[in-house]
């Protein structure tokens, strides 16, 4: 468990050195993004703490902290070449921690398993387990100590590659099996942020990995991500209720507002609430089942989504080898949260593309299951790709 009192009292918050901080830019070069790498030199629960930077030659620029394995900030150019920071956060490691006053999963690497399950409670090879819950009684995103507020240990980092690994112990919010679990980011030529996440087990257990970041392709955190427009290669979704929880149906896209089979506006049916999903998660914060998962296999060489932001002409593309794909509108965002510069970020400031298993897939045998036995190795692959258009 973190020990806020230390980070809220943190002293002796030295200034990164190149040396010191492996791949972060040294203060007097400074970064694109603004962000000071001092702010995120610290130590939690004795393991250090850094903000670690990826480049390309294109001038793409993507800082990440092993707090969490958050994605910080995603410096691209729009169409007149000018640099955006096209994802929220916070600019200090004391506000990622602080799970009490900022709560939030800005960025994350979630595990073990990302989304929610039914009351928390699981059944494996017919024992069954009691997950720590922390949302409308059921577990989400790992529990109210998941991996997004945990220290992932760092083990490769040059200009192109941040890779680190996390331990979980067996019981970890209630989860069995004692899981090591990597994640990979590769800052491509091409500007795509490449996402592997790998994990093992020496007790059959379940995992479920995704990353968390929030997407605002304007650049302007200030404004909605209501203009920007968003197809999903998706015919079906999963339905949920007023808890957030799957049904276990799946139900067709087309002639409701979840159908974004051609591309439009977010906000175009947003908030329609005659349709009850809209209704139940104020906007959309709903799982796509995904045409690029056929036969047990996802094609991750074909878009599974995209967004394009009218304003800076920036794109987003995301492939992935999962079955699902979770869209989420930055609902909960109320201009309370102070995020990077001081900018309160007003509801829908941010979108999710989450991929991932269906939620509740341990508890609903109709899907792709999660679960994983000693001696397998789980493997997911996420790729966030930017372009301009």
Not at 89 to 100: K, L, P, W
Not at 165 to 171: F, L, Q, W
Not at 368 to 375: C, D, E, Q, T, V
Request: aromatic fraction near 10%.
């Amino acid at each position: 468990m973190i020990n806020l009192k230390s980070i809220a009292g943190c002293v002796a918050v030295v200034a990164c050195t190149l040396t010191a901080c492996n791949n972060a830019a040294p203060e007097a070069e400074g970064l694109k993004s603004g962000l000071n790498p001092a702010d995120f030199d610290t130590v939690i629960n004795k393991k250090q703490v850094k903000l670690y930077t990826l480049r390309n030659a294109n001038g793409v620029e993507i800082d990440i902290t092993n707090f969490g394995g958050r994605v910080v900030s995603i410096m691209v150019p729009d169409r007149d070449g000018h640099f955006q920071d096209v994802v929220l956060g916070y600019d200090n490691v004391a506000q990622y921690a602080d799970s009490v006053n900022s709560p939030s999963d800005f960025g994350a690497a979630i595990g073990r398993y990302a989304n929610r399950i039914n009351k928390g409670q699981i059944e494996i090879e017919g024992q069954k387990y009691q997950l720590a819950t922390n949302n409308f009684g059921h577990c989400l995103h790992g529990g109210p100590s998941g991996w997004q507020y945990q220290v992932y240990d760092v083990v490769e980092s040059n200009d192109s590659v941040l890779k680190m690994t996390i331990a979980s112990p067996d019981g970890d919010n209630g989860f069995p099996g004692n899981v090591k679990a990597t994640v990979t980011y590769t800052l491509t030529s091409n500007n795509a942020l490449d996402i592997a996440f790998e994990g093992t087990t020496d007790k059959t257990t379940i995992i479920n990995m995704t990353n968390h970041s929030y997407f605002n392709l304007s650049g302007d955190p200030t404004t909605t991500v209501l203009d920007q427009e968003l197809w999903i290669n998706a015919a079906k979704f999963t339905p949920s209720d007023a808890t957030y929880m799957t049904t276990g149906e799946e139900k067709a896209v087309e002639g409701t507002p979840m159908n974004f089979t051609t591309q439009h506006a977010i906000g175009e049916q947003i908030n329609d609430t005659t349709f009850e999903q809209l209704k139940n998660a104020n906007g959309y914060d709903h799982n796509w089942c995904l045409l690029t998962y056929k036969d047990g296999k996802g094609d991750d060489t074909t878009p599974c989504a995209r967004v394009y932001s009218p304003k800076t002409g920036i794109e987003l593309t995301v492939y992935t080898s999962e079955p699902g794909l979770q869209v989420y509108t930055g609902n909960f965002l109320e201009g309370k949260v102070i995020g990077k510069k001081g900018v309160k970020y007003p509801q829908r400031s941010g979108i999710c593309l989450e991929s991932q298993k269906y939620p509740d897939s341990p508890n609903k045998k109709q899907w792709a299951s999660p679960l994983l036995k000693a001696g397998e190795k789980y493997t997911s692959h996420l790729v966030y790709a930017f372009a301009v258009k």
